[in-house]
């Protein structure tokens, strides 16, 4: 995954680019230095930039990228958040709904715990919800359980699975 913007600071134009694979890369003017996801289980970038005084940060949570310049992201407008106010229980929720998700129902409970973990758990999160953010981590869970129930009848009434 690629991202790049041109951000404009003091009148000169400078080159700001996002690269995800094995392993994030942040490239300003050409410069290349390696980024680190603050989480494990999703992509959670938060890397800062300082041009002639202008604060810019490349932040990335799963495959979304915005760059925010002055406390404002360029795409959405919204005002920026650091990741690190993401509550640990968000954290944890990402692993437990990850981990147990492939342990409870296989693949399907995995790509469960994924979907939530990318979209929803982030979100909640950082916008302070921490009743969103145990309510969506139960529901997830009962996703979960209810992938297993289908599964395993599946299993004993048709050896399917």
């Not at 404002?72 to 407008?77: D, H, K």
């Not at 509550?87 to 990402?94: D, E, L, Q, S, W």
């Not at 979907?115 to 919800?129: A, D, E, N, Q, T």
């Not at 969506?136 to 599964?151: D, K, N, P, S």
Request: hydrophobic share 50%; proline share 2%; with cysteine.
């Amino acid at each position: 995954m690629k991202k790049a913007w041109d951000v404009n600071v003091n009148g000169v134009v400078h080159s700001v680019e996002y690269r995800a694979g094995f392993g994030a890369k942040v490239i300003v003017n050409g410069r290349v230095y390696r980024a680190k996801s603050q989480n494990w289980f999703v992509n959670m970038v938060d890397y800062p930039i300082t041009i002639d005084g202008a604060e810019i940060r490349v932040v990335a949570v799963g495959n979304k990228v915005d760059l925010a310049v002055n406390g404002r992201y360029l795409g959405s407008g919204e005002e920026y958040i650091p990741l690190r106010n993401m509550p640990v229980i968000a954290n944890v929720f990402i692993g437990i709904s990850t981990i147990g998700g492939y342990f409870f129902a296989g693949i399907f409970g995995l790509l469960i715990g994924l979907l939530f973990g990318i979209l929803v758990y982030p979100k909640l999160g950082l916008s302070g919800k921490t009743g969103g953010l145990i309510g969506a981590f139960v529901g997830c869970t009962l996703v979960q359980v209810v992938i297993f129930m289908i599964l395993l009848k599946l299993q004993l009434e048709y050896g399917i699975f």
